[in-house]
């Protein structure tokens, strides 16, 4: 039943290795956290300051720019249409690209933690919390890539999109009009959870705002597959 | 008689512009049918409709004495060459195939035969980035004919490809009528029309003016019905094709000075240059 699904996960990895743009998006800030705590250290800064920020912005960035990248290429080269054609089904497809995407952001992430420092049930947590971001920013770019005819038409969408969600955590920090602002956005939410996931102590506000921005998510996503469709 | 496939007065309009204006044609089941036009004539567009990728603006489409709906449900199952069609670029020839195996649910081992039968097992492992035009319309034929289709569309399947890889791909198309497929495919080349097909249309103008056995098609344009014989040494005698011609043929044939002997019936360039009032490129 799932065979569709995972001839094109499968096909989805093999093509990573060759894929560059993607690539970096999955292993970019992963390697950037590591090196950063490794090299940096200054006084009076918290603990972990780059792997946390770097996590928030990972969730705002990584998932939202490949699956949006991966679906515009299909649509753009027509394979996607050759799939449809062929008998699959858009679920089918939208699932192995889902699956494929947040696995492979949450191998990242689990460098993210580890170069965060967390550990045990600490690093469950930690895992947890971005499993629920990668997946809001799935939904977001899925939106996006169905949306769009081409892939640059994808990329002219995502830039500024994927700017205000992964640059907002790290402003926030910075400023205290933009940190209330920067609340109802979910990469917000989630930068605020990971800063306290040794304590574990979830707010209605954060399951709101990331619920919230995933059902906006979902509803855009209905509305781009509604008018332009999968192939 | 079955029909693999019943067009009744489709109509396909792009904004003001009508690009088929009513176009009824019923291909045989089992034959190899070629659709023939100037570029730009709508044999794509045609294809596009029988494939479910556009819904034409009027017009039905039957498969096999059933009705097409309205989307892909309900096709049989087709298999399908259009240059637009696309490919994985990074992955490779056997990697693409590999994947619509599964997905067709047929033996893995079939995307290794598949490569062998277009000549490409040699190149297997390269990616599809890397393939000439020729090699990748191989693939995507390849592709098509990997789960045994009863219907085969091929839009333009030899074009721009050298002689030998075009000789390579009727070869092909050959194998799969014997098989008991349907062919339909679209061409600018008259000379592989009439080799291949049992039956031809030519769409210009968003109309079919011409339908038959290749054979037929010229024969019906014979204007002339005129005798070319070429004698040894060099004189052309053209003769009328009937009975008071006999006893010169006669003559010439019993004092051995034929060299060559033609009717002047067009070929199916003429005719179509005729029709058209334009040549194909
Ligand atoms: N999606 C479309 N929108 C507008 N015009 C189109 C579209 N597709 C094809 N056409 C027009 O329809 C005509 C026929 O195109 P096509 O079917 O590709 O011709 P052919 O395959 O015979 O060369 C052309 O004039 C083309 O410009
Ligand atoms: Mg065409």
Known sequence: ?231 | MEYAVEMRNIVQKFGEKEVLKGIDLKIHEGEIFGLLGPSGAGKTTLIKILTGQLKQTAGEVQFLGKNAGNGKKGLPDMGMMMDNFGLYERLTCYDNLKLFTRIYGVPGKKADEALRRVGLYGDRKQPVMKLSKGMRSRLLLARAVMNEPRILFLDEPSSGLDPVTAAEIHKLVCEERSRGATIFLTTHNMEEAHKLCSHVALLHEGMIVEYGQPEQVCRRYNHQNKLLIRLYGGEQVELSNNRTSADKVKGYLEQEMVETIHSTEPSLETVFMELTGRGFE
């Open chain 1, 1 to 231: 039943m799932m065979r569709n699904t995972t001839a094109i996960f499968q096909k989805q990895i093999k093509d990573t290795l060759k894929n560059k743009e993607i690539l970096i998006q999955f292993i970019m800030f992963p390697v950037m956290a590591v090196i950063m705590e490794k090299s940096i250290k200054i006084e009076d800064m918290p603990a972990h300051f780059f792997a946390d920020m770097f996590s928030a912005m990972y969730v705002g960035m990584a998932p939202l720019v490949s699956i949006a990248a991966v679906i515009a290429e299909e649509k753009e080269k027509n394979t996607l249409r050759v799939l449809m054609m062929s008998g699959v089904k858009p679920w089918e497809y939208l699932l192995a690209m889902g699956c494929y995407i947040w696995l492979f952001c949450l191998a990242g992430a689990l460098v993210l933690g580890i170069a965060g420092g967390h550990e045990g049930r600490e690093m469950i947590i930690f895992l947890l919390i971005m499993a629920a971001g990668i997946l809001a920013s799935l939904l977001i770019g899925a939106a996006i890539g169905t949306a769009s005819r081409s892939q640059m038409m994808a990329t002219s969408i995502t830039v500024p999109v994927m700017l205000v969600f992964s640059f907002l955590p790290m402003l926030a920090e910075f400023n205290d009009t933009i940190s209330n602002v920067a609340r109802i956005a979910y990469s917000r939410q989630i930068g605020l959870l990971i800063g306290k996931a040794g304590d574990f102590c979830v707010s209605f506000e954060n399951i709101f705002v990331i619920c919230a921005n995933m059902l906006a998510a979902l509803l855009l996503f209905g509305c781009a597959y509604k008018k332009s469709g999968l192939a």
